[in-house]
T-cell receptor, first 113, second 114 residues
Framework: AQSVTQPDIHITVSEGASLELRCNYS??????LFWYVQSPGQGLQLLLK??????LVQGIKGFEAEFKRSQSSFNLRKPSVHWSDAAEYFC???????????FGTGTRLKVLA | DAGVTQSPTHLIKTRGQQVTLRCSPK?????VSWYQQALGQGPQFIFQ???????QRGNFPDRFSGHQFPNYSSELNVNALLLGDSALYLC?????????????FGSGTRLTVV
């Protein structure tokens, strides 16, 4: 069955510290992978995407993610977190030939001043 | 450049009633998808519309129906509302179905069923 797992429901980091949010997927086809961010009461904003090529992808707001096929993972990283990064982060997977994205349950990030 | 716009932003309905939510896609986009996001959960795919036809549907009952208009805007209709239908309903648009470029999401309609 197709699924996306985000093992960490909540993560707290200090401002300026590095961040890694985990995402594992189960998908039969070659996946399209995405990270979205959602601020309270808002819709989702696309941070970055991967569908082929270089397995390390750069996104907006200083985020990057690495696709590891052998581990079925697509973890999101940021070297130095800012207080404005506090939000909920969702990993999603899609594929050629299918129109829906499957989302994980999200990781809520709290940033300490 | 206008992004995806949804209306209304908030809505309160009574069990058994019917509701219509509206979405205008981002300029240049012709495909609209609808997602339901329950509190504390990730978005769940309801269906996608392209060329005024439903192209794919998620695991939602027939009470959920939709429509796409020639200008690419879309409506989501939910009949016989249940308390469990309370959620944030997100509309997403893209250049084409199954776009690998990702979808652009609106801010959503918060539906509360009492």
């Amino acid at each position: 069955a197709q699924s996306v797992t985000q093992p960490d429901i909540h993560i707290t980091v200090s401002e300026g510290a590095s961040l890694e949010l985990r995402c594992n997927y189960s998908y039969g086809a070659t996946p399209y992978l995405f990270w979205y961010v959602q601020s309270p009461g808002q819709g989702l904003q696309l941070l970055l995407k991967y569908f082929s090529g270089d397995t390390l992808v750069q996104g907006i707001k200083g985020f990057e993610a690495e696709f590891k096929r052998s581990q079925s993972s697509f973890n999101l990283r940021k070297p130095s977190v800012h207080w404005s990064d506090a939000a909920e982060y969702f990993c999603a997977v899609g594929a050629q030939g299918t129109y829906k994205y499957i989302f994980g349950t999200g990781t809520r990030l709290k940033v300490l001043a | 450049d206008a992004g995806v716009t949804q209306s209304p932003t908030h809505l309160i309905k009574t069990r058994g009633q019917q509701v219509t939510l509206r979405c205008s896609p981002k300029s240049g986009h012709d495909t609209v998808s609808w997602y339901q996001q329950a509190l504390g959960q990730g978005p769940q795919f309801i269906f996608q519309y392209y060329e005024e036809e439903e192209r794919q549907r998620g695991n939602f009952p027939d009470r959920f129906s939709g429509h796409q208009f020639p200008n690419y805007s879309s409506e989501l209709n939910v009949n016989a509302l249940l308390l469990g239908d309370s959620a944030l309903y997100l509309c997403a648009s893209s250049l084409a179905p199954g776009s690998r470029d990702g979808y652009t999401f609106g801010s959503g309609t918060r539906l509360t069923v009492v």
